[in-house]
């Protein structure tokens, strides 16, 4: 993805969590709006995955997070 996609998707997806916000309110747990996010972007075709593991390092220790 060249410099001027990216900043595309990255506006696409600020605008789809501000239509989540807008549309449900706020004050609601981090698991309602990941699924409504998740369901904002794959209406506007963009694939997102919910909750992958990611190696992490802290302080020498590793965790999978």
């Known amino acids: 993805m060249n410099k ?4 595309n998707l990255s506006k696409e997806i600020l605008d ?15 698991s309602v709006y990941e699924a409504c996010l998740i369901e904002e972007l794959g209406s506007r075709n963009i694939n997102a ?5 990611l190696p992490l390092i802290y302080k020498g220790k590793k965790f999978n997070k």
């Open 4 to 7: 001027n996609e990216l900043n």
């Open 16 to 30: 789809a969590a501000i239509v989540v916000h807008m549309e449900m309110g706020h004050w609601l747990l981090e």
């Open 49 to 53: 995955s919910r909750q992958i593991e």
